[in-house]
């Protein structure tokens, strides 16, 4: 097949959209599909580039600034118009709705190419980048829902990540395309149980000494880590000499610093900043546990990722991060923004070998129902469906 992947957010920017979209183009291609990318170029100018086995197309960007390392495309329409008529894709696999989702929505339907979108976003992952817009989030967060459904609405077929996001936007009821949920994935290979290499404590100055408190994600104010700060701070006065590692960047990265220093936890706290591939996957063992404190997750790859390493998890009862922390199975849910519930979780599973291991254990065979070939299969078939029918 000929698979078009529209990304406005893509490799090198780290989140969940653009994790998934590489993982995508990488594993179609694998399996012996022409597949190119169009997505925002990070430099600003459009160029082409290759990444591995398929061709990223960049447009023309400018900086988007509530996410670090974060590009968008205004008007690409020319430039995605051109790569659509010479590329002629058999299907189009759209991965967020902004400047090059609307254009290639736009130039697919108007061409009669089917169209797979898959919707990866929450209005509250914009929102809360926005204080200044904070007292106008509900009617915004609205406007943002509705515009998103008109925007899937022009698809051949919709996916969400997991079936709580379905459930959670109630879109069934005000869309008449097609519809199901397939797990972003990730690659079972190569996030699985180990031991980290010493280097990595070397490295990133991790004590070896200590139980350590792991979150592996974006460091931006939509993922509440402030909570997770709060909660460390209970946990070190209670006298648990337990330490924390954030790894990743973003923009609320100095606020969380400023944190710490406020309550004196900066020697116990190690923010590594951004981190390459293979860094990122023994990081993945470091920790004892991974802590999630985002209440905007439709499915979160980081928590997939922490449970194929084999980790407990402590997690917020909200978005669809339930179905991947299943309370009392392989770790323990809370309400959103609360530290103290968050920091008796964690200490639960810290002072509890035996509960550790059994929560482990789970993780794990929650982790395998998310390969991502058996996404890749998934989307193959929807795509074939969708080709033959056209």
């Not at 990743?248 to 969380?256: E, F, I, K, V």
Request: net charge negative; aromatic share 8%.
């Amino acid at each position: 097949m000929k698979i078009l992947i529209a990304s406005d957010l893509h490799w090198p920017t780290i989140n969940g959209v653009a994790t998934f979209s590489r993982n995508l183009a990488k594993g179609l291609a694998d399996r012996g599909h022409e597949v190119i990318v169009i997505a925002p170029s990070q430099s600003g100018k459009a160029h082409i580039e290759q990444d591995d086995n398929h061709t990223v197309y960049r447009t023309a960007s400018v900086p988007f600034p509530f996410y670090q390392n974060f590009r968008i495309s205004i008007t690409p329409g020319r430039e995605v118009k051109k790569i659509i008529e010479e590329f002629k894709p058999e299907v189009i696999h759209i991965q967020m709705l902004l400047g090059i989702g609307q254009a290639v929505m736009k130039y697919g339907n108007k061409l009669g190419i089917p169209i797979v979108s898959t919707n990866h976003a929450m209005p509250e992952n914009l929102m809360d980048n926005l204080k200044l817009l904070a007292p106008l989030a509900r009617p915004i967060n609205y406007m943002l829902e509705v515009y998103g459904t008109r925007f899937h609405s022009k698809a051949d077929y919709i996916t969400l990540p997991t079936q709580s996001a379905i459930d959670m936007f109630n879109v069934t009821d005000r869309v008449s395309v097609p519809m199901s949920a397939v797990s972003n994935g990730i690659d079972l290979s190569r996030f699985k149980p180990g031991h980290a290499h010493h280097k990595t404590y070397d490295k990133f100055k991790i004590p070896r000494d200590h139980q350590i408190i792991t979150y592996i994600g974006r460091v931006d104010a939509e993922k509440h880590l402030y909570v997770l700060i709060e909660a460390f701070k209970g946990i070190r006065e209670s006298g648990n000499q337990a330490h924390l590692l954030i790894v990743g960047d973003g923009t609320d990265r100095q606020n969380l610093e400023n944190l710490a220093d406020k309550y004196n936890l900066r020697e116990f706290i190690t923010f590594t900043g951004r981190v390459t591939d293979e860094d990122l996957v023994d990081l993945h063992h470091v920790g004892t546990l991974y802590a999630m404190p985002s209440p905007a997750e439709l499915q979160s790859i980081a928590t997939l990722e922490a449970l194929a390493s084999g980790k407990p998890v402590v997690a917020v009862d909200a978005g669809a991060l339930g179905e991947l922390c299943q309370n009392g199975i392989n770790g323990f849910l809370i309400k959103k923004d609360d530290d103290k519930a968050m920091a008796d979780s964690i200490l639960t599973i810290l002072n509890d070998t035996e509960l550790r291991e059994r929560f482990i254990h789970n993780s794990l065979e929650i982790a395998n129902h998310h390969n991502i070939n058996t996404t890749l299969e998934k989307f193959e078939k929807i795509y074939d469906s969708l080709i033959h029918k056209a």
